[in-house]
């Protein structure tokens, strides 16, 4: 089994910075692709940003240019920097990681969430 958990999500105002960490552990061969969604209450969830192994990455537009997305292969870790927030950020924002286990098996796995609130 494969476990993710997400770190960071606070209470912030508009303008600030927060940095959401997720860490990936268990039974792991490779991370393929890890990336982070958002749900905002009434809303379905939504991509966020997502990198692959080899540092390709990809935003939403209403992200880019304030998001940045990380990995450290080494730690099994996705961070989500995130600057200059807006109160529309407010949202529980969830890791995902493609993984292909020591089994051999190709799976996605979800974090519980961490909550992001974004004040104006």
């Known amino acids: 089994q494969v476990q993710l958990v997400e770190s960071g999500g606070d209470l912030a105002q508009a303008g600030g910075s927060l940095r959401l960490s997720c860490a990936a552990s268990?039974?792991?061969?490779?991370?393929?692709?890890m990336g982070w969604y958002r749900q905002a209450p009434g809303n379905q969830r939504e991509l966020v940003a997502s990198?692959?192994?080899?540092?390709?990455?990809n935003y939403a537009d209403s992200v880019k240019g304030r998001f940045t997305i990380s990995r450290d292969n080494a730690k099994n870790t996705v961070y989500l920097q995130m600057d200059s927030l807006k109160p529309e950020d407010t949202a529980v924002y969830y890791c995902?990681?493609?993984?292909?286990?020591?089994?051999?098996?190709?799976?996605?796995?979800w974090g519980k969430g961490t909550q992001v609130t974004v004040s104006s």
């Open positions: 268990g039974s792991i061969a490779v991370i393929n692709k």
């Open positions: 990198i692959t192994n080899g540092g390709p990455t």
């Open positions: 995902n990681a493609e993984v292909r286990t020591t089994s051999w098996v190709t799976k996605g796995y």
